[in-house]
C-alpha cells in the first residue's frame, strides 16, 4: 500500500497532463475526448475517499460510459426530429 | 583547497546523507531538500571558514544550468506541437494489430522519442498512447506501458541533451556532441535491442493475444504547420549539436539559440512554455551543486577518490567497472541527478590517465539504474500512475522485479561493451 501510495503521489503532478494528452491521443485517433471536473454532491459527507476513487471504479466509469450513450443517443433522435 | 581536513568532516558528511535521506522520503520535493541542504552547507561552512560568501556562488555551474534551461525549452516547444504523438501513432499504425510487432514499434518509438524529449514529457505521451491503442484492440496494456517507460528511461543514453545527469557529466568530463554520441550512442543502440528482447521474453505470454485490425484508424494532424516547424527546430538543433565543436560553439550556447529560435517560430505563449519548464530539477541541479562543492572542500570526496583508485588497484579496466556498478546500483534507489553531481568531483582527481571510460561509466550507470523500482523513478512511477488512473490494478513487487532485472542485464551488457570498446586490459 506505501508503494502504491508514492507512486500516486508522482503521478498527481502530472496527471492533469497525462489527460490532456491522453485527450489529444483519442482526437488524433478520430474519437473525440472529454475530460470533466465534478463537485462532489451534497449530503455525501464522509465518502471523500471514495468519491475521489471513483475514476478508478470499473463500475461507476461502465456505468458512466452507458449515460453518456443514453444521453448522445436522445440527443441524437432529438436532432433527426427536429430536421 | 587549503582548508581541506582543516575542519570536521562529519558534520558536513550528514548534512549530505540527510539531504538524500530527505529527498528519498519525499518529505520534500527534491528541489526543497537539496536547497536546506544547500543552506546547512552554506551556514556550516561559511562559519567553518570553508569557503566565502562570494565563493557559494561559483559553486553553481552557469554553463550546466544554461545547457538544462536551454534544452528544456527546446523539448517544451517542440513536445507541444504533438509531432511526437502523431510518430508514436503512426509507428503503431505500421506495425498493424499484431501485438507482438505492436510491443516492438512502441518500444522503438519510445526510446526513440526519448532521444528527443524530456523523459517526464515521452512518459505522458507514450503511456497515453499505449494505452489508448491496447485498450482499443483489447490488450493488456501492462507490457506496453512498462516496456514504454523502459525504453524512454535507456533512450537518449548516448547523447550529451539526453538526460540531466548526461548534461552535468559530459560539461565536466569536456565531451562535445559527437564525441559523447561516439563513445556511448553504439551501446545505446545495441541496449535498445537487448532490452526489448529481454521484455519480450518476460512478457511473451501476456503479448499472445490474437492480432486484431485497428479498423477504421487514421492519425489526425490537426495542425500540420507546427509539426513541420517543430521536425525543422529538431533539425537545425542536431545539426548545430554535430557542427559546435568546428565551429567554436559551446553546448550550452547551442541550447539557448535553439530556445530562442524554438520560442521566436512557433506562436505558443512562452509564459506557458516556462511554466512548464522542470524547475524541481533545475533547482536541485543549483543546490545539489553547493552541496557537493562544500563536500569537496572538506576532503571527503578527494578521500572517496582515493578510495576508488585502491580498489581497482590502479586498474583503469577496475576503476571503470567500479564506477558502473557502483553508480548504476546507487542509482536505483537515489536520485540519478545526485549521483552524477556526487562522483564528478573524485573521477576529476582520479590519478589515471584516461578517463573516457570512467566518465562513460558513469553516463551508463546513473541512466540505466535510474529506472528499476517505481517508487524511486518518476519515470516508472509515472507509467504505473499512469495504469493505476486507467482503473489497471498493478503488482508493485512484479514491476520492482521487471524493472531490476532489466537494469542489471543492461549494466551487465554496459560493462562488456566498455571493455570491449575502449579495449581495457585488467
Known sequence: MGAERIVDKKFKRFEERYKEERGLVEESLGRPHISLSVEMPEGCEGLEEEFKSLSQDKEFMSELRDLVKKHLERKGREKSGSR | MSNAMAVEPVKYLLVYVLTLLLAVSEVFPLSVSAMLGALLMAWFGLNDGLFTYEEIFSFIDLRLIALLIGVMITVETVGRSGLFRVLGLYAVKLAGGSPAWLFVALSVISAATSLFLSDAAAVLILSATALAIS????????????????????????????????????????????????????????????????????????????????????????????????????????????????????????ALFTAVLALTSTRYDPVEIFERIDWDTVFFVASFLVLVHGLERTGILQALSQLIYEASRGSLAYATLLTLLVSGVTSMFLANVAVALTFVPPLKALNLPDKRPLWSALVLGTNLGGASIPVTSVVFAMAVGALRHEGLRVDMGELSKVGLLTSLAQLAFSALYLLAYFKLPF
Open chain 2, 135 to 254: 485498450r482499443e484492440l483489447g490488450y493488456d496494456p501492462t507490457p506496453f506501458v512498462v516496456a514504454s517507460a523502459l525504453m524512454i528511461n535507456l533512450g537518449g543514453t548516448g547523447t550529451l541533451i539526453g538526460s540531466v545527469s548526461n548534461m552535468i557529466i559530459g560539461l565536466n568530463a569536456g565531451f562535445d556532441f559527437v564525441e559523447f554520441a561516439a563513445y556511448l550512442l553504439p551501446c545505446e543502440l545495441m541496449l535498445w535491442w537487448v532490452t526489448i528482447a529481454l521484455l519480450y521474453l518476460y512478457y511473451r505470454e501476456r503479448l499472445r493475444a490474437s492480432p486484431r485490425l485497428l479498423g477504421e484508424y487514421r492519425v489526425r494532424v490537426e495542425n500540420k504547420g507546427e509539426v513541420a516547424k517543430a521536425a525543422l527546430i529538431l533539425t537545425v538543433m542536431i545539426a548545430l549539436y554535430v557542427s559546435s565543436e568546428r565551429l567554436g560553439i559551446p553546448a550550452e550556447a547551442v
